[in-house]
């Protein structure tokens, strides 16, 4: 681990991560900012949660001049999330350089975009389709970029932006930087790398573990029906600070999200239907904690970095590992504990199994919450506030009324009506009706697609011999020839992806050209 100052970065930028209370570099950081701050191509590997961001970043700030009036720097992101997660986090580090940097990204108001590029940013964090949008309209020109950043490049792959991509590449001046960054290194990333990369820098941070160890993972075994039951216990029992329960469609999101509500959670749903408006505001409440739990699909939430996330709840399977990893990777943020819990019906235990044998970790198996425990750990959450209001609080102005109803009813009933009422338990009554979804089913891979997205430590075998498996246990017949799944073999997380992809009449980002990649069916 390396000191920032080791860097020989700028006073103006070391104040900026001492301010944002960075202490030392992360590997990828201390690996990655020597080489870039030389003006070499790179290429850096790290899982989600390495500070990647900074990684780049912080090279690039210290190459701007800032009195540059032109765009110099294009980092380009697959979804608007995470442009916007970037520029902020780019904002802060430049903040006392007075370096400028904008975000842009399908479904904000292009004239907005417009109006705010007069304004001479000298970094640009876009999405590739809204990129292109003001490419053609002459809004944004990239004749002066000297430094390209491609973040989450095996992201957008698989979002089908291959093609966007080149032509921005192409419109860049050869005489330039270009990083990419990446949590895996598929071969279709490689390609891309050959072709505008000029003899980068490899530096990669692999873990032995895909798991980070402090996230304590577990999983319930538990029936359709009583998922959401088991859901409400849960979240009795451990009061989380801020819990992420991933849904495996829209519409389970919506329910779900509905469905907390009606039991009084402060609940909301992200998924890729609604407006770039409605996801900031749930985004926003997410991260000033005004709600505690956040429904999404894996699409809507990959990639973003909430701080404080205890838990994570995935209330159907993934369909693939990675998705497993990257989700409860949602946890367990910047050295933090976290706790991760799969819903596993029964028909799912051998989908469980195979994603542990591609995890390489053992998830152990936690009984179903009890009403009792549920009720005990509700309660003692409104016991120790109740002290606290004790302890601190001004309460002369309900005493009158507190004594009143002393003299009517016995203590002990007053107390526990009360808590009752605290609890929401008076709400517990709703009638909650989920549409049950159906039970994964392992998804055949073909060897040539998506062959490098994998955790590391995972061999292609492995996945081999587990279909090899799964075709032999000839009674199972049923399991595999469909009734289960709507749509013929895309799988639930195919109809995620092209679900939660918005036409590009919707968000202005340009609907992936998808006709390459036969593993995502629209
Ligand atoms: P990645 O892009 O690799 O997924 P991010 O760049 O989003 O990761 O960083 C994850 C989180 O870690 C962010 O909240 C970021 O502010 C924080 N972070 C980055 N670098 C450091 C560091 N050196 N020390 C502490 N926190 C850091
Ligand atoms: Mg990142």
Excluded at 186 to 206: G, W
Excluded at 229 to 246: G, H, K, M
Excluded at 452 to 470: A, Q, V
Aim: hydrophobic share 35%; aromatic share 6%.
């Amino acid at each position: 681990m390396k000191t920032f100052t080791e860097f020989g970065l700028e006073p103006q930028v070391l104040q900026a991560i001492t301010e944002l209370g960075f202490e030392e570099a992360t590997p990828i950081q201390s690996q990655s900012i020597p080489i870039a701050l030389t003006g070499k191509d790179m290429i850096g590997q790290a899982q989600t949660g390495t500070g990647k961001t900074a990684a780049f970043g912080l090279p690039l700030i210290s190459k701007i001049n800032k009195n540059e009036d032109r765009i110099v720097a294009l980092v380009m992101t697959p979804t608007r999330e995470l442009a916007i997660q970037v520029a902020e986090e780019i904002g802060k580090l430049s903040r006392f350089k007075g370096i400028r940097s904008l975000p842009i990204y399908g479904g904000q108001d292009i004239g907005r975009q417009i109006r705010a590029l007069k304004k001479k940013p000298q970094i640009i964090i876009g999405t590739p389709g809204r990129l292109l949008d003001h490419i053609n309209r002459k809004t944004i020109r990239l004749d002066d970029v000297q430094t390209v950043v491609l973040d989450e490049a095996d992201e957008m792959l698989d979002m089908g932006f291959m093609e966007d991509i080149q032509t921005i590449l192409k419109l860049v001046p050869e005489e330039r930087q270009t990083m990419l960054f990446s949590a895996t290194m598929p071969p279709n990333i490689q390609k891309l790398a050959q072709q505008f990369l000029k003899d980068p820098e490899h530096v990669s941070v692999i873990p032995k573990h895909v798991s980070a160890p402090l996230i304590d993972q577990a999983y319930i075994e538990v029936p359709e029906r009583q998922k959401f039951e088991a859901l409400s216990r849960l979240i009795d029992i451990e009061s989380p600070d801020l819990a992420i329960v991933f849904g495996r469609t829209k519409r389970r999101v919506d329910e779900l999200a509905e469905a907390l509500q009606k039991r009084g959670y402060s609940a909301d749903g992200l998924h890729g239907d609604l407006s770039q408006h409605q996801r900031d505001t749930v985004m926003r409440k997410f991260r000033d904690g005004s709600i505690d739990v956040l429904v999404a699909t894996d699409v809507a939430a990959r990639g973003l970095d909430v701080s404080g996330v205890s838990h994570v709840v995935n209330f159907d399977l993934p369909q693939d590992p990675e998705s497993y990893v990257h989700r409860i990777g949602r946890t367990g943020r910047a050295g933090k504990q976290g706790t991760a819990w799969s819903f596993v019906t029964p028909r799912e235990m051998d989908h469980l199994h195979f994603i542990e044998r591609v995890t390489r970790h053992r998830i152990p198996r936690k009984p179903l919450p009890t009403m009792a425990e549920a009720i005990e750990g509700k309660q003692r959450v409104i016991a120790e506030q109740v002290i606290e209001i004790i302890e601190n609080g001004e309460l002369n102005e309900y005493k009158g009324l507190a004594i009143q109803l002393l003299e009517q009813y016995d203590s002990v009933q007053l107390l526990a009506a009360a808590m009752k009422l605290l609890t929401g338990d008076n709400k517990k009554e709703a009638e909650i009706q989920l549409t049950p979804e159906d039970p994964i089913r392992v998804k055949r891979r073909k060897p040539d697609l998506r062959s490098g997205r994998k955790p590391s430590g995972y061999g292609r075998s492995n996945y081999g011999g587990y279909n090899r498996d799964r075709n032999n246990s000839g009674g199972r017949g049923g399991y595999s020839k469909g009734g289960y799944g709507r749509d013929n073999g895309g799988g639930s997380r195919d109809r995620n992806y092209s679900g939660d992809r918005k036409p590009r009449t919707n968000n202005g980002d340009r609907r992936p050209n998808r006709s390459g990649d036969s593993s995502y069916r629209g």
